[in-house]
C-alpha cells in the first residue's frame, strides 16, 4: 500500500482490513472472531463488510466472509443492518449461509432424528424457531450491495476492485485506501500456561477451550475437550484449537472424535479445522445439525456436498438411543434454541457429566411456550425435567431468550449449585456472590474426575494406539491379539538416550506420550515424532546398526516390541513392505524436502512418514517432458535438484525448485487430465510417487487434497 493510505486502513490481528471512511468503517474480508479485533481496536463493530473473491481459506481450514456475529452485534444490539459488499456470482451463496446461520435450516424433518421405539413424541422444533425468529426477516438484518463492473457505490464512498484484485476506496474522487485482495487468517488465542511436559491424557477430565461467548473481546470463545479412556473428544471447537493445543504442549493426535451441537459460527467454525487434519476424524451429531452444517460449508468453499462428507466419517445421533464413544454412554436431547441444537448427558463408569449447549433454560420461558402452545405438554415436561442430578453439569448463560439468564441459575439450591460450571458467559457478567462456578480455559485448568478404573483400562491404551497407527488399522483381529502380547511399556526421561548412533537394532518404538528427537547429520531442523508416531524400524528391518541417536526430548512413555516378535508381527503383511521401502528411501534428505516444500510443511510427522514410504527414486532426467498438458497423470513427482518449466499452451509460467510438486495432486486423485505440461531443459532428479500410492495415502487423508491444491496454485506466479 502507498503511504498516503496506510494511515487510512488498519491490518486486523485475526486477519482481515479495517478502513475508516466518512461513511463509517468499512472491513475488507471476515475471518471469524475478527469482531473482537475491531471491539478493541475501534470500540466498534463495522457496518459494512466487503468479502475477499474467495470465501474460504483450505489452507487454514476457515471461512473469510463470516460475518454472522457482526450482523447479530449490529441488528440485536445496535439496532443497525449490516451491508455486505460482494461479487455478483457470491451473492446467492452468502445470502444462503447467512439464513442456515441465523434462522437455521429451511425444510428439514426433525423426526428423523430420533429412534421410534426410543421416545414417545417428537417436539416441534420448528415451532420453536419461529418463535426465537419473531418475524424477523433477513433483510430487515442486512442489506447487500453488489459489485457492477468493479465498483460499488455508498453514502459517498466508492470502493473500486483494482486489475490486480486488490481495493481502492475512495471518498470524493480521492483515494483514501488500498486494500489487498488476498485476506490472510492468522491464528489469535490464549492459551493460559503451557505445560512444562507434554500433556497425557486422563482416564477421564474435562478440558475448557474457552469460557465466553463470541460477543467478548477479553477471552477465548467456548468450547472444551472431554477425556475418555485417555482419548479426547472435541465438543464444539473453537477456531484454533489444534494450534491451541500445541501451544500447550498437548498433542492433537490425542483427538479424534467431534460433536458438534449445532451450526452457529461460534460453535462450528473450528470443526471444519480439525476435520482437515491428520486421518479421518468421527463426527457425532443429528442427520439434521449434520445436513446444516454440510450445506453451510458447501456454499462457502464451493466444494460440492457429496466431497465434503469424504473428509470424515459420520455417527447419526438417535435421540432416544445411546451413543457410546471411548467406552462412555451418551444421551443426546434436543435443548431449546434458535436453530436445532443437542446437548446431552454423558455416564462413564460411576460418574455423569450434562451439557446444556446453547439452551434457555428458564422455566418462565418454559411455561409462556406452553401457555402459548409453541410446546407440547410433553415438550414442557422434557424441558423442566433437565438432568440435574448429575455430577457435574457444564451450563451455558447468557442474554435471553437465546440463553440461561445467570440470576435463574444462580437462584438454584446451593447444593446444585456446587455441582454447576457456567460457561459462554463473559466474566464481568459472572455475579460475585454465587456458589456456581465460572468455566476456567487452559490446561492447568483441567477437571479431572476421580473415576472408577475400566476393566481392560491398559489393553484399551494399547489397542488405541494400535488402531491409530495408518499401516496397523486394517489388520485382522488376531493381530490386535497378538499386538498386546508382544507390546511392553517403557519410560525415558528428559534428555535421555533411547538409542545410540551404531548400536544394533533391538528394538521397535510406538510413542504414547511425549516426544523423541532424531539426532542425525545433514539435518537442517530438529527432527522431532511425537504419540502415534513409531521408530527404529529401519535398523530392524534392514538388518543394519542404528544410523542415529535417539533422545527423549521430553518425559516420554513408550510401547516397545522385541526385534524377533516386532519381525514375527510384520512377517507377510502389508506393513512389511512399507517398512522396507521406507528403509530405502528415508534419509536426511527426505527430511529436509519435506522443510523445503509449503505443501509438506502442513503435514503432521506421521503424514511425512507416510508419504517417505511410497517415495520412489526416480532418478535423474536430462532434457523432455515428464506430464504433458491433456494427458492423464500417472504420478506426482517431488523436485530434488534442478528445476522443471511449468507451461500452459507452450508458455512457460513458472519455473519450479527443489521440493515443488510436479502434477496437480487433485486431477490426480479424480482421475483428471494435466492442466499444464512439465518440462525439463537441464538435468533434474526427482522423486516419484504413484497415482495408486497416492491415492490411497490421500483417501486416509482427505483434508489434504484442498490444502495442497491451495499451495500449488500459490508456487504458480
Known sequence: MSDPCIKNCMELPRGGYLVKTPAGYVQFGSPPETIKDTMIAVSAVPEIFVLPEKLFNWEKGISIAEVEFPLYYNYFIQGKRTVIICRENQFKNIKAVIEESVFGPEFFDISTDYNNHGVSFVPDIKAEMNFFRKGNKLFNMLRFGIFKDGHFKYKGIKISIADSGDYQVFFNDELL?????????????????????????????????????????????????????????????????????????????????????????????????????????????????????????????????????????????????????????????????????????????????????????????????????????????????????????????????????????????????????????????????????????????????????????????????????????????????????????????????????????????????????????GLKSDKIYGPYDYFGEVAIVTDSMRAADVYAATDVVLFSIKRDKFLNFIANTEFEKILKKLAVIRSPETWNLFLSNPSFRSCTSGQKTWLESIFRDYGEIDCGTIIEQGSPIQSIYIIRSGEVDLQEDGKVIHTLTKGCFVGEIEKLYEDNISSFSYTVKNPTELFEIKADDMKYFLDKNPGLIMKLKYNFMRQRP
Request: aromatic residues 12%.
Open 177 to 521: 485506501a488500498s486494500v489487498p485482495g488476498e485476506i490472510d487468517c492468522k491464528i489469535t488465542y490464549k492459551i493460559g500456561q503451557r505445560l512444562k511436559e507434554p500433556f497425557t491424557p486422563p482416564l477421564f477430565g474435562v478440558t475448557c477451550l474457552g469460557p465466553s461467548h463470541g460477543f467478548d473481546p477479553q477471552e477465548n470463545t467456548s468450547g472444551f475437550i472431554i477425556w475418555l479412556n485417555h482419548q479426547g473428544i472435541m465438543v464444539d471447537p473453537p477456531v484454533n484449537s489444534t494450534e491451541w493445543l500445541e501451544a500447550s504442549n498437548v498433542s492433537a493426535k490425542f483427538i479424534d472424535s467431534i460433536i458438534l451441537t449445532h451450526c452457529h459460527a461460534d460453535h462450528d467454525a473450528g470443526t471444519f479445522q480439525k476435520i482437515l487434519e491428520e486421518g479421518k476424524i468421527t463426527v457425532y451429531t443429528t442427520e439434521t445439525v449434520m445436513n446444516s452444517f454440510l450445506r453451510k460449508y458447501s456454499l462457502l468453499s464451493g466444494v460440492a456436498i457429496d466431497y465434503l462428507k469424504k473428509l470424515f466419517y459420520f455417527h447419526p445421533v438417535k435421540i432416544g438411543s445411546p451413543v457410546y464413544i471411548n467406552g462412555a454412554r451418551f444421551d443426546m436431547f434436543y435443548t431449546l434454541h434458535s436453530i436445532p441444537t443437542i446437548g446431552f448427558k454423558m455416564e462413564f463408569q460411576n460418574k455423569t457429566f450434562v451439557y446444556s449447549s446453547d439452551h434457555n433454560n428458564s422455566p418462565q420461558l418454559h411455561e409462556e411456550l406452553f401457555s402459548s402452545g409453541v410446546i407440547s405438554r410433553e415438550r414442557y415436561d422434557e424441558l423442566r425435567n433437565f438432568p440435574w442430578h448429575a455430577d457435574v453439569i457444564y451450563h451455558e448463560s447468557g442474554v435471553p431468550p437465546l440463553h440461561t439468564p445467570i440470576s435463574y441459575l444462580n437462584s438454584l439450591p446451593e447444593e446444585l449449585q456446587d455441582r454447576i460450571v457456567i460457561y459462554h458467559i463473559a466474566k464481568k457478567d459472572f455475579p460475585e456472590k454465587t456458589n456456581l462456578t465460572l468455566a476456567k480455559f487452559g490446561m492447568e485448568n483441567t477437571l479431572y474426575f476421580d473415576t472408577l478404573s475400566p476393566k481392560y483400562e491398559e489393553p484399551y491404551q494399547i489397542l488405541s494406539v494400535f488402531s491409530r497407527i495408518d499401516f496397523l488399522e486394517d489388520l485382522p483381529v488376531r493381530k490386535a491379539q497378538e499386538f498386546l502380547d508382544i507390546v511392553e511399556v517403557k519410560k525415558f526421561s528428559k534428555s535421555q538416550k533411547i538409542i545410540s548412533k551404531g548400536s544394533y537394532g533391538d528394538e521397535f518404538h510406538i510413542i504414547y506420550s511425549g516426544n523423541i528427537m532424531v539426532d542425525s547429520e
